[in-house]
T-cell receptor, first 118, second 114 residues
Framework: DTAVSQTPKYLVTQMGNDKSIKCEQN?????MYWYKQDSKKFLKIMFS???????INETVPNRFSPKSPDKAHLNLHINSLELGDSAVYFC?????????????????FGPGTRLTVL | DQQVKQNSPSLSVQEGRISILNCDYT??????FLWYKKYPAEGPTFLIS?????DKNEDGRFTVFLNKSAKHLSLHIVPSQPGDSAVYFC?????????????FGTGTRLTIIP
């Protein structure tokens, strides 16, 4: 019973195409994220949504557009794909409020989508 | 601008011995630190965390130590088991950044030798 699922697992496409990656979580969390892990293994946050509202938007090209139809889904649409977009994209979710200690809540990650742009 | 650094890309340890993974950070605003573990073809999973008001947090075989003055933390695994072979990511955050914004290191691949 997968907690955070992503589709597709692998995506190979040509430069200039438009593609989407879907993410769903069945944990009842209010906050969802997209991360990008590039070839140098940096895992960087791209976006976060809290209950369908954009909270974090890092300096990501506007070719990347997250869409949250409901709080269980956060899809990532990428226009005009470029070679540098090749990476592994991870979706994650958490509850927005931290524990009594004041720290962040645990983020649960999906298995990742490996995007290869040719 | 790499604010969280894991300078050892890989580490090999004999089964049963102690594994020590290190992490350094540069941003003094960070006040909460986490370790995530990642197996191939899976997403990272949370392992253990520590608040900056503490210098040690222990959970079973896993202990995280924090040295704020040195901006350094380490994860100790003892005894190491074959199932511990994975990539370990250090991450940091701060309420100033909205707590949910985690800054990750590049990971250390730990291999436990049977």
């Amino acid at each position: 019973d997968t907690a955070v699922s992503q589709t597709p697992k692998y995506l190979v496409t040509q430069m200039g195409n438009d593609k989407s990656i879907k993410c769903e979580q069945n944990l009842g969390h209010d906050t969802m994220y997209w991360y990008k892990q590039d070839s140098k293994k940096f895992l960087k946050i791209m976006f976060s949504y809290n209950n369908k509202e954009l909270i974090i938007n890092e300096t990501v090209p506007n070719r990347f557009s997250p869409k949250s139809p409901d709080k269980a889904h956060l899809n990532l649409h990428i226009n005009s794909l470029e070679l540098g977009d090749s990476a592994v994209y991870f979706c994650a979710s958490s509850q927005p409020m931290g524990p009594a200690s004041g720290g962040p809540n645990e983020q649960f990650f999906g298995p990742g989508t490996r995007l290869t742009v040719l | 601008d790499q604010q969280v650094k894991q300078n050892s890309p890989s580490l090999s340890v004999q089964e049963g011995r102690i594994s020590i993974l290190n992490c350094d950070y540069t941003n003094s605003m960070f006040d909460y630190f986490l370790w995530y573990k990642k197996y191939p073809a899976e997403g990272p999973t949370f392992l253990i965390s520590i608040s900056s008001i503490k210098d040690k947090n222990e959970d079973g075989r896993f202990t995280v130590f924090l040295n704020k003055s040195a901006k350094h933390l380490s994860l100790h695994i003892v005894p190491s088991q074959p199932g511990d072979s994975a990539v370990y990511f250090c991450a940091a955050t701060s309420p100033n950044f909205g707590n949910e914004k985690l800054t990750f290191g590049t990971g250390t691949r730990l291999t436990i030798i049977p």
